[in-house]
Structures are given as C-alpha cells and as structure tokens.
C-alpha cells in the first residue's frame, strides 16, 4: 500500500478514536427530563458510561449537577432486580475503553509498517485487523446502550429518557471506523494485486514463465 493510503487509514483512526474518546468521557449517553408544570420546575438525568449526573431545575434557576458514579450496587440495586442493567452497562463502557485501545494499537501499528517497503506491502492485514476490533468494541457498546434504552431496562427513569450527544458520538465512531476498515482492505488487496492506484509506483509484479 501507498504510505498516502497509511496516512489516511491514520487520520481515520484518529478522528474515530477522539469520538470514542468523547463518548467515554461525556455524561449524556441516555438523558432523561421530568417536569412538573404546577411550580415551573423539572428534573434533569444525565446517564454517561461510568457517572450519572442530576439536577434540579426551577425556572430560570438551575442546580449544579450533582455527579456520582453508575452503576452502584447499593443505590442502583445491582445485586438485585438491576443485576442484568448494571452487568450490560458496565460491558458497555469497558466496550468503550477497549475500543480505544485497539484504536491506539491500530495507529502504532501504522507508524511502525511505513518505516519499509516491506512492512507497508503487508502491514495493512493488521491494520485492518486492528481497526475492526476498534470498531467492533464500540459497535457492541452501541448495542447494549440501545436494548437499555429501548426495553427500558433501568425502570426508574429510562421510560421517559431520549438518546443523548455521547451516544451520537459513538455512532459516528463505529460507522466511520467501518468504512475506514472496508477501505483498507480494499486497498490492501488492490495493493496486492499489483495495482498502481494502490500499490504505488513500486508495486509488486509477479514473474511469469515462458
């Protein structure tokens, strides 16, 4: 492959891992708001991976979030009729975290195979590898967070709640690292077969026989 394709593969990676990055850190996978019209007031949740925030809102006054962290055995009932939430949505968020890692990986691995052209001609099988686990990781988090949401599977507040920025983020991340995935692969292969576009103007020929 063309050290410009690994570069692109590269810029990929990257703007797919800050997404990620974003998704772990924000508070607002799954936001929930209740209001009470009689007082003009209401009552804000913020839902991230490993931290729930709330607040309560009175007019044009608000709190400052309250923050602790989520899930808990004692004050979410995990070891109770919560276990299967508390058990999906912790997975969810060490999702995230090994998606960032094979993130990380996937962008050394590409430093590391532009340094010949040796590596370059077959780095890529790994870099591709490397990319669908980045992928995969946040695709599975993606998965669990939207059963959570969808069944309601938090009865306390989730019945009311909507999908918030984080989980966009990790939207964006899982299908642009994907797309990058298909791409290079597809490369790769070409690249393999000989095919200037993709392997440059050294590319590999084959010898034939008489």
């Not at 974003?22 to 009689?38: E, G, H, K, Q």
Request: glycine residues 6%.
């Amino acid at each position: 492959m063309r050290t410009t394709s690994y570069a692109i593969a590269a810029v990929a990676v990257i703007c797919t891992t800050v997404f990620t990055v974003l998704s772990l850190t924000r508070i607002d996978w799954v936001v929930a708001n209740y209001r009470s019209d009689p007082v003009n007031s209401s009552y804000q949740v913020k839902y991230g991976l490993t931290k729930v925030c709330e607040r309560l809102v009175i007019g044009r006054k608000f709190e400052a979030f309250d923050c602790r962290k989520f899930p808990t055995r004692d004050e979410d009932s995990c070891d109770d009729k919560n276990r299967f939430f508390c058990a999906a949505w912790s997975s969810a968020g060490y999702a995230v975290e090994l998606a960032i890692g094979f993130g990380a990986l996937s962008l050394a691995a590409i430093i590391f195979g532009v340094s010949t052209h040796s590596r370059r001609r077959r780095i890529w099988r790994a870099v591709a590898g490397l990319v669908v686990l980045h992928s995969a990781f946040q695709l599975a988090a993606f998965a669990l967070v939207l059963d959570m949401h969808r069944a309601s599977r938090f009865p306390i507040t989730f019945d009311n709640a909507k999908l918030g920025p984080a989980f966009a983020f990790n939207t964006v991340a899982w299908v642009f690292g994907v797309i990058t995935a298909i791409g290079v692969i597809a490369t790769g292969m070409a690249a393999d077969r000989g095919q200037r576009w993709a392997a440059g103007s050294r590319a590999y020929q084959p010898i034939l026989g008489n």
